[in-house]
């Protein structure tokens, strides 16, 4: 195969969305409404733990550095779901294909070592609470929270870099409702005994994640229980509650997604299983952490009221 045929694909194509006019504007107007309720949530608690002095420290903090990722996060993929709901080109760039999953993944790789993060401030501030203020300073929640996000950048560039070498000769055709590694992949002219490769590191470095954050809270789980007080083990689990349950739904999803080792599924799990991934998840976060605390509920009620009292200076 000479060399024009083998860089010949020079974008792609989703061929799982439905022709325009046929039922797109159905899935057009719902995926819109959750697409902004993630941008103006995410976006109201990120503003509610910086306006809020009682809210300045390591664990509203990681909050809100989560909350943050999460509008990058759903951007990298929405935006161009709802572009091909709506238009006849369904159609992506080879670069900005390479684009999407690189920001994707990275974005996706910072907020689990966020979450991971999280665990382990809990852990301290729950089994070592005496020396929780020496340990976790704001100085240090600023450079784990940095770090995140240098080394979730930096983890997906090898692989990006790698995957832009590839010749791609055809078909073209993404069977997938984004860019992601497998079903790209399955596009080179080439080898793809790699992509079990691949399926392997990302395993480690998902259960990484997951056992750590696991032990971290079955600890604090085990903790709370010795508390000789109920007002204070209720306390204690609802101010917990609402991180375990984000872990539930954030490693849940990556597990479904990312954890199968090629094995082949139907077309449309595949799809409910993105769509839960890259859309869904996202949607629970702000409603989790707004309902779940008290102190969060506060300050975004200050954020709301402060929006109103604007908009009716501003009409005047």
Same mark, same amino acid.
């Given at each position: ?11 792609? /194509? ?8 046929? #039922?797109?504007?159905?899935?057009? =107007? ?6 902004? +309720? ?26 809100? $550095? ?19 709901? @709506? ?7 080879? %670069? ?5 999953? /690189? ?8 907020? *689990? ?9 809990? /852990? %301290?501030? &729950? ?9 976790? =300073? ?11 996000? &240098? ?16 010749? +791609?000769? #055809? ?12 079903? !790209? ?17 990302? *395993? ?7 056992? !750590? ?7 604090? %789980? ?13 306390? *204690? ?8 349950? @984000?872990?539930?739904? +954030? ?11 090629? !094995? ?7 799809? $409910?299983?993105?769509?839960?991934? $890259? ?7 702000? %409603? @989790? /952490? ?8 506060? *300050? ?17």
């Amino acid at each position: 195969m000479d060399l024009e045929n083998q860089t010949g694909v020079t974008e792609f /194509y989703f061929s799982d969305f439905p022709p325009f006019g046929n #039922g797109s504007l159905l899935l057009f =107007t719902p995926l819109l409404f959750i697409y902004a +309720f993630i941008i103006v949530g995410n976006f109201t608690i990120f503003s509610a733990v910086r306006l809020d002095a009682r809210l300045h420290n390591p664990m509203y903090n990681l909050i809100s $550095a989560f909350s943050f990722l999460e509008v990058w996060y759903t951007t990298a993929t929405i935006p161009k779901m709802l572009s091909n709901l @709506i238009s006849e080109k369904k159609t992506i760039s080879f %670069i900005g294909c390479l684009l999407q999953m /690189y920001f994707f993944h990275s974005l996706g790789v910072t907020e *689990a070592l966020v979450l991971t993060v999280m665990a382990i401030d809990r /852990y %301290i501030a &729950i089994c070592n609470p005496l020396r929780y203020a020496i340990i976790m =300073t704001p100085r240090l929640c600023v450079q784990l929270s940095t770090g995140s996000c &240098i080394f979730g950048f930096l983890m997906l560039l090898p692989e990006i870099v790698w995957i832009s070498t590839l010749p +791609f000769c #055809g078909p073209n055709q993404i069977h997938q409702l984004f860019c992601d590694f497998e079903p !790209v992949l399955r596009l080179a002219c080439t080898d793809t005994s790699m992509i079990l490769v691949e399926d392997v590191i990302h *395993a480690i470095s998902i259960l990484t994640s997951v056992t !750590v954050i696991s032990l971290s809270y079955l600890r604090i %789980i085990t903790v709370i229980l010795r508390f000789p007080s109920g007002a204070s083990r209720q306390k *204690a689990f609802s101010t917990c509650a609402a991180h375990i349950t @984000i872990f539930l739904l +954030f490693f849940g999803s990556v597990a479904l997604m990312y954890l199968r080792f090629s !094995v082949t599924s139907p077309p449309l799990l595949d799809k $409910a299983i993105a769509l839960m991934f $890259a859309v869904l998840a996202p949607l629970f976060n702000p %409603i @989790i /952490y707004s309902l779940r605390n008290k102190d969060m509920k506060d *300050a975004i009620r200050k954020v709301l009221c402060f929006r109103s009292m604007f908009n009716v200076s501003g009409s005047q």
